[in-house]
């Protein structure tokens, strides 16, 4: 997917879900390790432990944050989201990048939510997680 450019709320929302397909850098946050109690347990244990080459991930990135500005541009609202798997979304955007996605490599029971009149993202990470709201940084033209 080359069209459309994607604006800063898609590839805040893609790098999102992007993390969980590469080990963690130094200084990092695991977030399979990171969240609290039982949560982080269950993302934990239900976490597959494949890992994607970063050029995997960057065309994922890519990928991801196209599909969801061409949703926010055809309907005004972008998600994606897993049960105990990736939903179509993720899946096809995995495709998209060259790869099939493993359905434990992303953390069960979460989510992500735009909508075109905010530059807001909300997500959720695992089950009982309490929704988050990322702002993503908009550089200042020229």
């Given at each position: 997917?080359?069209?459309?450019?994607?604006?800063?709320?898609?590839?805040?929302?893609?790098d999102w879900w992007a993390q969980f397909l590469s080990a963690p850098g130094p200084g990092q946050p695991d977030?399979?390790?990171?969240?609290?109690?039982?949560?982080?347990?269950?993302?934990?244990?239900?976490?597959?432990?494949?890992?994607?080459?970063?050029?995997?991930?960057?065309?994922?990135?890519?990928?991801?944050?196209?599909?969801?500005?061409?949703?926010?541009?055809?309907?005004?609202?972008?998600?994606?989201?897993?049960?105990?798997?990736?939903?179509?979304?993720?899946?096809?955007?995995?495709?998209?990048?060259?790869?099939?996605?493993?359905?434990?490599?992303?953390?069960?029971?979460?989510?992500?939510?735009?909508?075109?009149?905010?530059?807001?993202?909300?997500?959720?990470?695992?089950?009982?997680?309490?929704?988050?709201?990322?702002?993503?940084?908009?550089?200042?033209?020229?």
């Amino acid at each position: 997917m080359s069209n459309p450019l994607p604006g800063p709320a898609a590839r805040a929302a893609a790098d999102w879900w992007a993390q969980f397909l590469s080990a963690p850098g130094p200084g990092q946050p695991d977030p399979t390790r990171d969240a609290p109690g039982l949560t982080g347990a269950l993302i934990q244990s239900a976490c597959s432990h494949t890992r994607y080459t970063p050029a995997q991930v960057r065309a994922f990135t890519a990928e991801l944050a196209a599909i969801f500005q061409a949703q926010l541009d055809a309907g005004g609202r972008a998600s994606a989201w897993t049960e105990y798997g990736p939903d179509e979304v993720l899946t096809y955007a995995a495709r998209q990048a060259g790869f099939e996605l493993d359905p434990l490599a992303l953390p069960a029971k979460s989510f992500t939510l735009l909508q075109a009149d905010s530059e807001l993202v909300v997500t959720r990470l695992g089950p009982g997680g309490t929704p988050q709201i990322l702002v993503p940084h908009v550089e200042a033209p020229a």
